[in-house]
């Protein structure tokens, strides 16, 4: 172990962006806390990828308020601290207003904004209170191209990280006195699990089209960018929100 290793913990670390910053962080000499929610199977695939020593498996739904606050104190007694918290666990669904019903929309909403904006901004709580009082940290979220562009499909999870944005914006200037630097990654579609089927349906022409890359991102791309700003990029970078979307949406 390093005399720089931090500790790390990445929600919804059991698959895509999560599991590939979690062995980026590992990689460079970090002790990384694999978050799951269900998935004790695949957060323990994540948990046997990663090298060094010192990493463990949480188990939460990031949702409710109280397992959070149950996490992070578990986090903090196991690994003897916490240094940075990746907000990366999210949940998506269709929802287009001109075909779900007045409930389905209710429900849609009340659970990607629990899990996309609500979780986050409690973990974010529980770690900063935590960071402030030993020496600072980082927090890195993880919001999305469609914060900007828009989801007509899913407007809830568009809103959800648009929110998700202004939040870190927000605790960026907050936390900065405290030495608690927070900061935004946003990508566009990337090569995950979730994704997989309509990338390889119809749509993933399309989809692929987007950049002129011609490709989406694999997890990796993004992880990298995660862990840059979870460890060497400068304090001076708080409160940025980083595209990582190969240049399929341009924002002024």
């Not at 990607?112 to 979780?119: F, M, Q, R, S, Y």
């Not at 202004?166 to 006195?177: E, F, I």
Request: glycine share 10%.
């Amino acid at each position: 172990m390093n005399s720089n290793s931090k500790i790390v913990l990445v929600t919804g670390a059991s698959r895509g962006i999560g599991r590939a910053a979690a062995r980026l962080f590992a990689a460079g000499g970090n002790r990384v806390a694999v978050h799951y929610r269900k998935d004790a199977d695949a957060a323990e695939e994540t948990l046997a990828s990663l090298a060094g020593g010192g990493h463990c498996t949480v188990a939460a739904d990031v949702s409710d308020p109280q397992a959070v606050a149950s996490l992070v104190d578990e986090v903090t007694a196991r690994m003897d601290g916490l240094d940075v918290l990746v907000n990366n666990a999210g949940v998506g669904e269709h929802h287009m207003v001109e075909q779900v019903e007045y409930p389905q929309w209710q429900a849609a909403w009340q659970r990607i904004l629990a899990t996309n904006l609500v979780g986050p901004a409690n973990l974010s709580f529980c770690a900063a209170k935590y960071m402030i009082a030993n020496g600072g940290g980082r927090i890195v979220n993880v919001s999305s191209r469609g914060a900007f562009r828009g989801e007509p499909k899913q407007p809830a999870y568009g809103a959800s990280k648009a929110g998700l944005n202004a939040m870190g914006q927000s605790l960026a200037q907050a936390l900065a006195p405290h030495g608690v630097f927070v900061f935004t990654v946003a990508p566009g579609f990337v090569q995950t699990d979730l994704a997989a089927a309509r990338l390889a349906g119809p749509d993933g022409d399309e989809i692929r089209s987007q950049s002129p890359l011609n490709r989406v991102a694999q997890p990796e791309e993004v992880a990298r960018t995660i862990v840059f700003l979870g460890s060497e990029a400068p304090d001076f970078l708080t409160g940025c929100i980083i595209d990582v979307n190969g240049a399929s949406y341009l924002r002024s």
